[in-house]
């Protein structure tokens, strides 16, 4: 086996990534091609190595600069049990937005206190689970929540801690559905037009609720720094004056999270430690310009937790040439397992995971097999040419994908195993046609 670096796309690979004598791509210890034969594709293959690494280097890179963070993995980019496990043992909080997520959480007995509960239209039923379960912090998007909210808390007898999620109209410079900072967005409550204000002034009024902090969140995945700073500086500005006014005191502020990843080689994302010296250094900043106290700082990675840590594999089926225009290769997955290609336009790169040092002298039109022309998962890869049978590896696989899988054309959702030192383990079994088929009521009553 050769090293990692050697490999072509090592870049967006994950770290323990490397090539057999026989040119296959090794993921974990384990081969690639030897995976998608004993567990079929489409195939979510996670590292373990690279999942608690990016675990580790988050934590450790904002904790060195700033002894009070918190970093909270933002479950909706994927969760799984085995994942809420091992999130758990690395000390990490928690960011969840449905009832789904919290009982997985749960089940798993993900400790209440580092939890925190996001989402723009919880549902009261949802903020009952989540006081059932003692979730450490509800973040409030709007006024209507934070009256449900405090109805319930109050109608319990308890207080609720609760952090306000501000819109503080800033653009992040991302796809405009990824957007969550402007004014034009669902998300907060919006800062500038003095609704914030008038939200903190409730909030503190309100018997079931202890707010204890502000929160925003730019959107996804934010590769500049400056938006990161801008928030920070506004954030704090804002609650200097809610301190003069209302006496106010934030003891947990919460730049959100949104950090970027290289999906191909030609991408460059910033380090953790680069977005931690940024929100670090700007937060030390804004605490002596506006005389705070030192709050809190929590940080919500979800996608640089795990998108490199996860490779997808598939295998390649029909294809067809339209002389002069382009070529389409066909595999067995696409927008029902990954569809931030048609969504988002999101780029990715690929190799052949049993071919891995061919030349890559074509370039093709990779495409899944759902019944939608948008069903296109990579544009225009550089890639040896392709036969049926082949395996093809996407790498950057882990976020938003098998989290965002879908049942359409009732086809199965993927395996997803984690492999560590030789050994792979299946942590979500393939779906089954009985599956598919269980929530369905048939006869009828
Ligand atoms: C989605 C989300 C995150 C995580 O975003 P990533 O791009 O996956 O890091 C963090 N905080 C909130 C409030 C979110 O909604």
Known sequence: MVRATEVPLADVLPVTAGVTEGGHLTLGGCDAVELAGEFGTPLYVFDEETLRGQCRAFQEAFQSRYHNSVVAYAAKAYLGRALGGIIVQEGMSLDVVSGGELAVAASVNFPAERMYFHGNNKSEQELREALDYGVGRIVVDNFHELHLLNGIAQGRGMRQKVLLRLSPGIDPHTH?????????????????????????????????????????????????????????????????????????????????????????????????????????????????????????????????????????????????EVPGVKTFVSVDGGMGDNVRPALYESRYSALVANRVNDERRETLTIAGKYCESGDVLLPDAELPPLDAGDILAMPAAGAYAVAMASNYNLS??????????????????????????????WPLE
């Open 176 to 320: 405009v559905k990824t957007t969550t900072g402007t004014l034009e967005n669902k998300f907060g409550i919006p800062l500038p037009t003095g609704q914030a204000e008038a939200a903190l002034r409730q909030a503190l009024e309100m018997p079931g609720l202890e707010l204890v902090g502000l929160h925003v969140h730019l959107g996804s995945p934010v590769f500049e720094l400056e938006p990161y700073s801008e928030a920070v500086d506004t954030v704090l500005e804002f609650a200097s004056k809610m301190r003069k006014q209302h006496g106010f005191e934030m003891a947990e502020f919460s730049p959100g999270g949104g950090f970027a990843v290289a999906y191909t080689p030609e991408q460059s994302a910033p380090e953790p430690a680069v977005y931690a010296e940024t929100i670090t250094s700007t937060l030390r900043g804004s605490l002596w310009r506006y005389e705070l106290a030192a709050p809190q700082l929590i940080v919500e990675p979800g996608r640089a937790i795990v998108a490199r840590a996860a490779v997808a594999l598939y295998t390649v089926g029909s294809s067809k």
């Open 412 to 441: 199965l959702r993927p395996a997803v195993v984690l492999v560590k030192d030789g050994q792979a383990k299946l942590m979500r079994r393939r779906e089954t046609y009985d599956d598919v088929m269980r929530a369905d009521v």
